[in-house]
């Protein structure tokens, strides 16, 4: 079965501009979830999405936003982008129910730099 | 607010070696607990995990028992190979969300 995938593998952005991250799930789960991984840090929990409705948001800015479509996969969008914001982003899925229940699976991740 | 605090790297073994990674945490209620590793240039793989206080998550040869009195979730293993050289990150879930919190990560790196 195929894992999390996500597109593009790297990324590089001017300040200011809009940067927009997709990511699909394993199959058969309904939640996806977004991370931001700063150099040498541990990941940073940014939206979690399940059934298109944002059901978590961690504490960053208004400029970032999420979506989920019908088929479970979902966007990450970045609107003026900051030099801060080059990270690693990472997508999960998890399914929502049974023994499993929210064990997040990771994508390889999204290397955004902004230059 | 719910918190891990993981042992600072880089841990440096001998292939062979016993290896221990210090992770304990803060959180209200009965938390989840886990260890990912990541592999250079990869994503996050789930090591192991454990739902409930006394419950021993292992996968690999690594384990860690859910410590609820120390708040403790430390990673073990006996013989540590170079294939093991990775970064390690202790996690934490409360409640049925897809919200993770991790610590900083402790670098891994084993030599022949």
């Known amino acids: 079965d195929a894992g999390v995938t996500q597109s593009p593998t790297h990324l590089i952005k001017t300040r200011g501009q809009h940067v927009t991250l997709r990511c699909s799930p394993i199959?058969?789960?309904?939640?996806v979830s977004w991370y931001q991984q700063v150099l040498g840090q541990g990941p940073q929990f940014i939206f979690q999405?399940?059934?298109?409705?944002?059901?978590g948001r961690g504490n960053f800015p208004d400029r970032f936003s999420a979506r989920q479509f019908p088929n479970y996969s979902s966007e990450l969008n970045v609107n003026a982008l900051l030099l801060g914001d080059s990270a690693l982003y990472l997508c999960?899925?998890?399914?929502?129910?049974?023994?499993?229940?929210?064990?997040?699976?990771f994508g390889p991740g999204t290397r955004l730099t902004v230059t | 607010g719910d918190s891990v605090t993981q042992m600072e790297g880089p841990v440096t073994l001998s292939e062979e070696a016993f290896l221990t990674i210090n992770c304990t945490y803060t959180?209200?209620?009965?938390?989840?607990l886990f260890w990912y590793v990541q592999y250079p240039g990869e994503g996050l793989q789930l090591l192991l995990k454990?739902?409930?206080?006394?419950d021993k998550g292992s996968n690999k040869g690594f384990e860690a028992t859910y410590r609820k009195e120390t708040t403790s979730f430390h990673l073990e293993k006996g013989s540590v190979q170079v294939s093991d050289s990775a970064v390690y990150f202790c996690?934490?879930?409360?409640?049925?969300?897809?919200?993770?919190?991790f610590g900083q990560g402790t670098t891994l790196q084993v030599k022949p």
């Open positions: 999960a899925s998890s399914s929502i129910s049974g023994r499993r229940a929210y064990e997040q699976y």
């Open positions: 959180a209200t209620g009965y938390p989840s």
């Open positions: 996690a934490l879930r409360s409640g049925n969300t897809g919200k993770l919190i």
């Open positions: 999405y399940y059934e298109k409705e944002e059901r």
């Open positions: 199959s058969g789960h309904k939640s």
């Open positions: 454990a739902t409930k206080a006394d």
